[in-house]
Protein backbone atom coordinates (compact mmCIF):
# COMPACT_ATOMS: atom_id res chain seq x y z
CA UNK A 1 0.00 0.00 0.00
CA UNK A 2 1.20 3.30 -0.67
CA UNK A 3 1.35 5.99 2.14
CA UNK A 4 0.74 9.29 2.05
CA UNK A 5 3.72 11.54 3.32
CA UNK A 6 2.71 13.75 6.39
CA UNK A 7 5.08 16.68 6.55
CA UNK A 8 4.31 18.59 9.83
CA UNK A 9 5.28 21.75 11.76
CA UNK A 10 5.80 21.67 15.12
CA UNK A 11 6.25 25.33 16.39
CA UNK A 12 6.57 24.75 19.96
CA UNK A 13 6.42 27.62 22.12
CA UNK A 14 7.10 30.12 18.94
CA UNK A 15 4.64 32.47 17.53
CA UNK A 16 1.97 35.04 18.54
CA UNK A 17 -1.39 34.73 17.25
CA UNK A 18 -0.50 37.79 15.02
CA UNK A 19 2.31 36.49 14.23
CA UNK A 20 1.05 32.77 13.09
CA UNK A 21 -1.61 34.22 11.20
CA UNK A 22 1.31 36.13 9.01
CA UNK A 23 2.96 32.91 8.62
CA UNK A 24 0.27 30.82 7.68
CA UNK A 25 -0.47 33.68 5.01
CA UNK A 26 3.37 33.21 4.02
CA UNK A 27 3.59 29.76 3.69
CA UNK A 28 0.22 28.95 1.95
CA UNK A 29 1.32 29.39 -1.46
CA UNK A 30 4.71 28.00 -0.42
CA UNK A 31 3.26 24.46 0.98
CA UNK A 32 0.37 24.16 -1.96
CA UNK A 33 0.81 20.47 -2.79
CA UNK A 34 -1.35 17.98 -2.49
CA UNK A 35 0.95 14.64 -2.85
CA UNK A 36 1.13 14.97 0.58
CA UNK A 37 -0.96 15.86 3.95
CA UNK A 38 1.12 19.05 5.44
CA UNK A 39 0.13 20.00 9.16
CA UNK A 40 1.03 22.94 11.39
CA UNK A 41 0.69 21.91 14.93
CA UNK A 42 0.88 25.39 16.89
CA UNK A 43 0.54 26.73 19.99
CA UNK A 44 -2.86 26.34 21.78
CA UNK A 45 -3.75 29.86 21.90
CA UNK A 46 -2.73 29.96 17.74
CA UNK A 47 -5.36 27.76 16.63
CA UNK A 48 -8.09 29.36 16.18
CA UNK A 49 -6.51 32.15 14.19
CA UNK A 50 -4.07 29.91 12.15
CA UNK A 51 -7.36 27.69 10.97
CA UNK A 52 -8.71 31.07 9.90
CA UNK A 53 -6.04 32.13 7.96
CA UNK A 54 -5.74 28.40 6.60
CA UNK A 55 -8.61 28.31 4.89
CA UNK A 56 -8.96 27.60 1.68
CA UNK A 57 -5.73 26.12 1.67
CA UNK A 58 -4.15 22.55 2.04
CA UNK A 59 -3.06 23.47 5.53
CA UNK A 60 -4.42 21.39 8.25
CA UNK A 61 -3.93 23.13 11.65
CA UNK A 62 -3.27 20.76 14.81
CA UNK A 63 -2.16 21.01 18.47
CA UNK A 64 1.15 20.25 20.56
CA UNK A 65 -0.39 18.79 23.36
CA UNK A 66 -3.82 17.77 24.80
CA UNK A 67 -4.64 16.41 28.50
CA UNK A 68 -6.17 13.06 29.10
CA UNK A 69 -9.20 14.20 30.88
CA UNK A 70 -12.76 15.17 29.76
CA UNK A 71 -13.14 18.49 31.68
CA UNK A 72 -12.87 19.98 35.27
CA UNK A 73 -9.93 21.08 37.31
CA UNK A 74 -6.90 20.53 35.55
CA UNK A 75 -5.98 24.68 35.51
CA UNK A 76 -4.13 25.42 32.56
CA UNK A 77 -5.24 22.14 30.55
CA UNK A 78 -6.66 21.84 26.94
CA UNK A 79 -9.29 19.39 26.51
CA UNK A 80 -9.90 16.87 23.77
CA UNK A 81 -13.74 18.62 23.62
CA UNK A 82 -11.97 22.34 23.15
CA UNK A 83 -9.52 20.83 20.37
CA UNK A 84 -12.08 19.12 18.48
CA UNK A 85 -14.68 22.46 18.54
CA UNK A 86 -11.90 24.15 16.77
CA UNK A 87 -11.52 21.55 14.10
CA UNK A 88 -8.50 20.04 15.08
CA UNK A 89 -7.64 16.65 13.72
CA UNK A 90 -4.01 16.10 14.62
CA UNK A 91 -2.35 16.38 17.66
CA UNK A 92 1.09 15.65 18.94
CA UNK A 93 1.31 13.66 21.85
CA UNK A 94 4.74 12.50 24.24
CA UNK A 95 7.18 15.00 22.38
CA UNK A 96 10.40 14.81 24.16
CA UNK A 97 10.15 18.60 25.15
CA UNK A 98 7.39 17.35 27.56
CA UNK A 99 8.81 14.24 28.61
CA UNK A 100 11.55 16.20 29.52
CA UNK A 101 10.36 19.69 30.73
CA UNK A 102 6.58 18.80 31.95
CA UNK A 103 6.88 15.27 33.39
CA UNK A 104 5.12 13.40 31.02
CA UNK A 105 6.12 9.33 30.68
CA UNK A 106 5.04 6.90 28.45
CA UNK A 107 1.85 5.77 30.67
CA UNK A 108 0.49 9.57 30.41
CA UNK A 109 1.28 9.44 27.14
CA UNK A 110 -0.64 5.89 26.73
CA UNK A 111 -3.93 7.80 28.63
CA UNK A 112 -3.68 10.94 25.96
CA UNK A 113 -3.35 8.92 22.85
CA UNK A 114 -6.21 6.27 24.13
CA UNK A 115 -8.50 9.77 24.88
CA UNK A 116 -7.57 11.51 21.38
CA UNK A 117 -8.81 8.31 19.48
CA UNK A 118 -11.72 8.03 21.56
CA UNK A 119 -12.73 11.80 20.32
CA UNK A 120 -11.75 11.27 16.87
CA UNK A 121 -8.22 13.02 16.63
CA UNK A 122 -5.32 11.32 15.63
CA UNK A 123 -2.47 11.49 17.44
CA UNK A 124 1.43 12.13 16.52
CA UNK A 125 3.01 10.02 19.45
CA UNK A 126 6.39 10.46 19.52
CA UNK A 127 9.26 8.84 20.74
CA UNK A 128 13.03 8.90 20.76
CA UNK A 129 16.83 7.91 22.17
CA UNK A 130 18.67 10.16 24.19
CA UNK A 131 22.36 9.96 23.26
CA UNK A 132 23.81 7.84 25.51
CA UNK A 133 21.42 5.53 25.13
CA UNK A 134 22.33 5.05 21.56
CA UNK A 135 26.13 5.10 22.31
CA UNK A 136 25.22 2.22 24.51
CA UNK A 137 23.35 0.34 21.96
CA UNK A 138 20.23 0.16 23.41
CA UNK A 139 18.08 2.77 20.66
CA UNK A 140 15.91 -0.24 19.73
CA UNK A 141 14.77 -1.60 22.54
CA UNK A 142 14.09 1.25 24.09
CA UNK A 143 11.80 2.66 21.45
CA UNK A 144 9.76 -0.61 21.61
CA UNK A 145 9.18 0.10 24.54
CA UNK A 146 8.29 3.67 24.37
CA UNK A 147 5.99 2.07 21.36
CA UNK A 148 4.47 -0.63 23.14
CA UNK A 149 3.45 1.16 26.12
CA UNK A 150 2.03 3.93 24.29
CA UNK A 151 -0.21 1.68 22.16
CA UNK A 152 -1.59 -0.18 25.16
CA UNK A 153 -5.16 -1.05 24.81
CA UNK A 154 -5.75 0.56 21.61
CA UNK A 155 -7.02 -1.29 18.75
CA UNK A 156 -5.61 -2.37 15.90
CA UNK A 157 -7.83 -0.08 13.31
CA UNK A 158 -7.06 2.71 15.65
CA UNK A 159 -2.94 2.37 15.40
CA UNK A 160 -3.62 1.99 11.53
CA UNK A 161 -4.67 5.39 11.56
CA UNK A 162 -2.08 6.83 14.06
CA UNK A 163 1.12 8.38 12.74
CA UNK A 164 4.20 7.87 14.77
CA UNK A 165 7.26 10.24 15.34
CA UNK A 166 10.82 9.23 15.58
CA UNK A 167 12.54 12.04 16.78
CA UNK A 168 16.28 11.09 18.54
CA UNK A 169 16.66 13.76 21.47
CA UNK A 170 20.15 14.51 20.24
CA UNK A 171 19.31 15.46 16.73
CA UNK A 172 16.63 18.13 18.04
CA UNK A 173 17.28 21.46 17.80
CA UNK A 174 21.36 20.83 17.32
CA UNK A 175 21.28 20.97 13.67
CA UNK A 176 22.52 17.12 13.86
CA UNK A 177 20.42 15.46 11.61
CA UNK A 178 20.46 11.31 11.94
CA UNK A 179 21.60 9.93 8.68
CA UNK A 180 19.82 8.37 6.10
CA UNK A 181 20.47 4.56 7.69
CA UNK A 182 20.64 5.75 11.28
CA UNK A 183 16.42 7.31 10.34
CA UNK A 184 15.73 4.30 8.43
CA UNK A 185 16.69 1.72 10.58
CA UNK A 186 14.30 3.11 13.62
CA UNK A 187 11.41 4.17 11.57
CA UNK A 188 11.90 0.33 10.20
CA UNK A 189 12.86 -1.58 14.06
CA UNK A 190 8.94 1.03 14.76
CA UNK A 191 6.95 -0.61 11.91
CA UNK A 192 8.29 -4.55 12.71
CA UNK A 193 7.08 -3.72 16.44
CA UNK A 194 4.10 -2.41 14.94
CA UNK A 195 3.84 -5.86 13.05
CA UNK A 196 4.54 -7.70 16.42
CA UNK A 197 2.01 -5.81 18.41
CA UNK A 198 -0.96 -6.56 15.81
CA UNK A 199 -0.26 -7.83 12.20
CA UNK A 200 1.12 -7.06 8.67
CA UNK A 201 -1.54 -4.81 7.55
CA UNK A 202 -1.55 -2.16 10.64
CA UNK A 203 2.38 -2.00 10.05
CA UNK A 204 1.69 -1.15 6.61
CA UNK A 205 -0.80 1.02 6.87
CA UNK A 206 0.84 3.14 9.80
CA UNK A 207 2.57 6.38 8.94
CA UNK A 208 5.64 6.83 10.43
CA UNK A 209 8.06 10.37 10.50
CA UNK A 210 11.69 11.42 11.18
CA UNK A 211 11.93 14.22 13.30
CA UNK A 212 15.20 16.39 14.63
CA UNK A 213 16.64 19.18 12.34
CA UNK A 214 14.94 18.04 9.58
CA UNK A 215 15.97 20.87 6.66
CA UNK A 216 15.25 21.48 2.41
CA UNK A 217 18.79 19.81 2.39
CA UNK A 218 18.00 16.58 4.38
CA UNK A 219 14.01 16.32 3.88
CA UNK A 220 14.75 14.27 0.15
CA UNK A 221 17.24 11.44 1.09
CA UNK A 222 15.33 11.10 4.29
CA UNK A 223 11.79 11.28 2.37
CA UNK A 224 12.59 8.71 0.04
CA UNK A 225 13.15 5.86 2.50
CA UNK A 226 10.63 2.89 2.46
CA UNK A 227 10.00 3.51 6.05
CA UNK A 228 9.91 7.12 6.52
CA UNK A 229 6.49 8.81 5.78
CA UNK A 230 7.48 12.34 6.43
CA UNK A 231 8.50 14.29 8.80
CA UNK A 232 8.22 16.20 12.52
CA UNK A 233 9.82 19.67 11.53
CA UNK A 234 11.10 22.46 14.40
CA UNK A 235 12.81 25.37 13.62
CA UNK A 236 12.79 25.17 9.81
CA UNK A 237 8.64 24.97 9.78
CA UNK A 238 8.92 28.45 11.13
CA UNK A 239 10.35 29.42 7.60
CA UNK A 240 9.99 29.91 4.05
CA UNK A 241 12.06 26.67 3.74
CA UNK A 242 9.46 24.60 5.15
CA UNK A 243 7.95 24.92 1.65
CA UNK A 244 10.60 23.36 0.06
CA UNK A 245 10.72 20.47 2.39
CA UNK A 246 6.74 20.26 1.50
CA UNK A 247 8.34 19.98 -1.99
CA UNK A 248 11.16 17.75 -1.41
CA UNK A 249 10.85 16.04 -4.74
P1 LIG B 1 14.05 20.68 15.00
O1 LIG B 1 13.57 20.42 13.58
O2 LIG B 1 14.13 22.14 15.33
O3 LIG B 1 15.31 19.91 15.29
O4 LIG B 1 12.92 20.10 15.96
C1 LIG B 1 12.47 18.80 15.76
C2 LIG B 1 11.29 18.56 16.63
O5 LIG B 1 11.41 18.46 17.84
C3 LIG B 1 9.98 18.48 15.98
O6 LIG B 1 9.03 18.01 16.86
Known amino acids: MARKKIIAGNWKMNMTPSEAVALVNTLKPLVANDDVDVLFCVPAIDIIPAMEAAKGSNIMIG ?27 YVIIGHSERREYFAETDETVNKKVLKAFEHGITPIICCGET ?23 VSAAQAASAVIAYEPIWAIGTGKVA ?4 AQEVCKAIRDCIAEI ?9 RIQYGGSVSADSAPELFSQADIDGGLVGGASLKADFGKIVNYK
Do not use: W
Open 179 to 182: TTEQ
Open 198 to 206: YDAATADAI
Open 63 to 89: AENMYFEEKGAYTGEISPAMLVDAGVK
Open 131 to 153: LTQREQGVTIDFIRQQIKIAFLS
